[in-house]
T-cell receptor, first 114, second 116 residues
Framework: RKEVEQDPGPFNVPEGATVAFNCTYS??????FFWYRQDCRKEPKLLMS???SGNEDGRFTAQLNRASQYISLLIRDSKLSDSATYLC???????????????FGQGTILTVHP | SQTIHQWPATLVQPVGSPLSLECTVEGTSNPNLYWYRQAAGRGLQLLFY??????ISSEVPQNLSASRPQDRQFILSSKKLLLSDSGFYLCAWSVLGLFSGANVLTFGAGSRLTVL
């Protein structure tokens, strides 16, 4: 099983739609969680961190479910400019230490069409 | 403000040829530096990271090497490229260390390598 797993999509949605992505992680001791956005042939950029209580940034809402070991990203009122690949990033503990390393999922492709 | 530069942006190299990708960071001191590779349809794979000049940690055995000759300069190299070295190479930096809970990465624009 992959350490961090995402549905690669693609998700094709019309403008104004609400779309949600999930990301599962295998290590229950995983620590920090993030969503990065990567435009076609560009570098990834931090979209938002994911906090235990869930957090919102404008049209974007991130949630963490530790019991089921997944994080989610909800995008409301989709814009054409939201078209990108969304990368799930999880800090996974190293060995028996309290340290963790960032591990990236393969990404979920979103296309928003007019 | 901090900026990260990476070059070349694109290159096509024959199998067996050498490689040198360069990355520099401006506007900060003693950054943590990283090289990642992204193969088609796959997640980012950490190749090397560095916490200071001359300090390099390798994450996976491979045909590549990294060096940090100056505080804000990180170089990825190979003596002889393989077909499997093709991919999108990303340099990144962070203020906090690799293992820090608050570690956030800022990536360079990437170097797209095709080995023929």
């Amino acid at each position: 099983r992959k350490e961090v797993e995402q549905d690669p999509g693609p998700f094709n949605v019309p403008e104004g739609a609400t779309v949600a992505f999930n990301c599962t992680y295998s290590n229950s001791a995983s620590q920090s969680f993030f969503w990065y956005r990567q435009d076609c042939r560009k570098e990834p950029k931090l979209l938002m961190s994911v906090y235990s209580s869930g957090n919102e940034d404008g049209r974007f809402t991130a949630q963490l479910n530790r019991a089921s070991q997944y994080i989610s990203l909800l995008i409301r009122d989709s814009k054409l400019s939201d078209s990108a690949t969304y990368l799930c990033v999880v800090r996974i503990p190293v060995g028996g230490t309290s340290y963790g390393k960032l591990t990236f999922g393969q990404g979920t492709i979103l296309t928003v069409h007019p | 403000s901090q900026t990260i530069h990476q070059w070349p942006a694109t290159l096509v190299q024959p199998v067996g040829s050498p490689l040198s990708l360069e990355c520099t960071v401006e506007g900060t001191s003693n950054p943590n530096l990283y090289w990642y590779r992204q193969a088609a349809g796959r997640g980012l794979q950490l190749l090397f990271y560095s916490v200071g000049i001359g300090q390099i940690s390798s994450e996976v055995p491979q045909n590549l090497s990294a060096s940090r000759p100056q505080d804000r300069q990180f170089i990825l190299s190979s003596k002889k490229l393989l077909l499997s070295d093709s991919g999108f190479y990303l340099c990144a930096w962070s203020v906090l260390g690799l293992f820090s809970g608050a570690n956030v990465l800022t990536f360079g624009a990437g170097s797209r390598l095709t080995v023929l």
